[in-house]
């Protein structure tokens, strides 16, 4: 062991006791309630129903239940047990898991904070129209005001219409296309800037402030769905809108596009790849069964985006009903199918997916060093474009390339660092170290072979395949693409970027550097049982009475402290001094190797630096 591994065994000494003092949610349903606000969001209410819209109503379903199955539940399962077990967020705790890829924590981190800006425009839009439903009249039931299009008549109910009007020309007054900026609207500016600060205030104590907002934001939108179902299904036409919602029609199953989008509406509304979740869930007690979490937000997450289809379709057929055509031909686009039910109730509830969203978002936006001031977000959050009347381009270009192409490369690459590289026998070990009980079969299955294997064709695909960025009949110019795969890879070129700087700033040869990452550095995030998943005192002084020795039953060592030396009572092979006398030496005896100096408080920074080389050894035989 050179002078350089010495300094990255002291580092992960410190990153250690860092991970002792974490914070913990103050009940673990506040974990749950903030998972399944992460899951369900705005895409559920509206880019679930418009994808099922497009791709053959119940058609779509199938290929989405089947990659929640294989891909969405496998690959929650293991970034959830990633967080929990290295108690850290995305960027430390992929770097931890193999240094060569931390670049995909970054590039999490990365998109987060475009999803952040992303969600944020709809909320503002939410926060618009709620407002606006105080009014009475409400301004786009009539056609007496100056943004009113010349197809407007009073008589005629056509809300798909009157609500892509009011969402064009009255909201959002936009441009003729991207190449027209426009001039602020100041309306929109002071909404924008009310969204984050509610943002902030939500988030400003982390997860202890984010645990009580979670209580609410997650649980109401359930109530009001609920009673917009309701509402929905005594209307004429309601029911034709939900069998066109549930009939499939199967040729669409032949479309590589309903695929991709698919698996891109999983892992955008489960949050795979963003981690958020990761972070959130490094905040769990250590020995909290992820598993039970990960089927509860999947399954939740999903059964709320059904739900929330049986709402909008339910709507749809009463459009239907009321202008005579089918659903099928029904005027309606992406931005524009959530506003198709005007109540001020509604768009609170879109206000409180959108801050869940948001919220657990800060993940992303303060996972990158877990140390990020709540000022730093704060500051972060002053940019936004929605307040200019090109906003609803440079949206679309962010749904188009962000949604499907980053997230993709982003999944590709964090189940190659974690089942690949970490290894599967390696997270299996993690979850076995948390809960007593390993993984089954099909876990280990898809994360070794179906995720990778799917992720990489469906990638692929995509590419092959991919159209342009649209808004209605407008076609961005070719400028305006270029722009768009630049967002794409604002997220991206931290993976690569990553790799490089990894091997630049650790000294040695390439060869020397390699080796160090692969058969020293990539173990130790296995040796953190070690020290922050230890049992109590008590524990192991009982299992060291069963064997040789005795350890003080008195001794007010830390757990983490009494646990080394009753493993220097159990295993007299790998310690032949007298317990109280232990030094880090003698947890080498076996080795035969030089050590330093000698270490007699195994709780602190060294001698946690120690213990996991001495835990190392004996693990792997080294």
Known sequence: FGPSFWKIIIRRGADMEQQLNRPTWSRQIEFTLAGIGCAVGLGNVWRFPYLCYRSGGGAFLVPYLLMLVVLGLPLLYMELTVGQYTRRGPVHALATVCPLLKGVGIASVAISFIMCIYYNVVITWALYYLFSSFQAPLPWQNCNNTWNTANCTNHATNSSYSSTASQEYKMLEQT????????????????????????????????????????????????????????????????????????PEWDKLLSVEVWVNAAAQIFNSIGIGFGSLMAMSSYNSFNNNVLKDALTISIIN??????????IFSAFGYMSHLQGIPISDLAVDGPGLVYILWAVMFFFMLLCLGLDSEVVNRGGGGGGGDSTPSLFVLAICGCGHVSLQVGIYVFQLMDHYTAIVSIMFLAFFEVIAICWSYGKQMLCFCFSEMTGKGPNIFFRLCWLIVAPVLITVILI?????????????????????????????????????????????LPGSFMQVTHLIIFYMSFFPVQMIGVTAVPTYTRCYAKSNTTQGTANKDDTRSGKQGS??????????????PVKKSTACDFYNDSKTVCPMNITDHNSLLGNSFYYIYSLKERFHL
């Open 176 to 247: 003729s296309g991207v190449d027209e900026a426009g001039v602020v609207r100041w309306e929109l500016f002071l909404i924008l800037v009310l969204a984050w600060v509610l943002i902030y205030f939500c988030i400003f104590k982390g997860v202890k402030s984010t645990g009580k907002v979670v209580y609410f934001t997650a649980l109401f939108p359930y109530i009001i769905l609920i009673a917009l179902l309701i509402n929905n299904a005594q209307l004429p036409g309601a029911l034709d809108g939900i069998s066109f919602f549930i009939v």
């Open 564 to 577: 080394t030396r009753a493993h220097a009572i159990i295993h007299v092979s790998c310690n032949k001094s």
């Open 461 to 505: 695909f995509s590419i092959v395949q991919f159209k342009p960025a649209r808004y209605g009949d407008y076609v961005f110019p070719p400028w305006a693409q270029g722009v768009g795969w630049v967002i794409a890879m604002g997220s991206i070129i931290w993976i690569p970027l990553g790799a490089i700087h990894t091997l630049w700033v």
């Open 302 to 311: 999903s059964v709320t985006s059904i739900l929330a289809g049986f709402v």
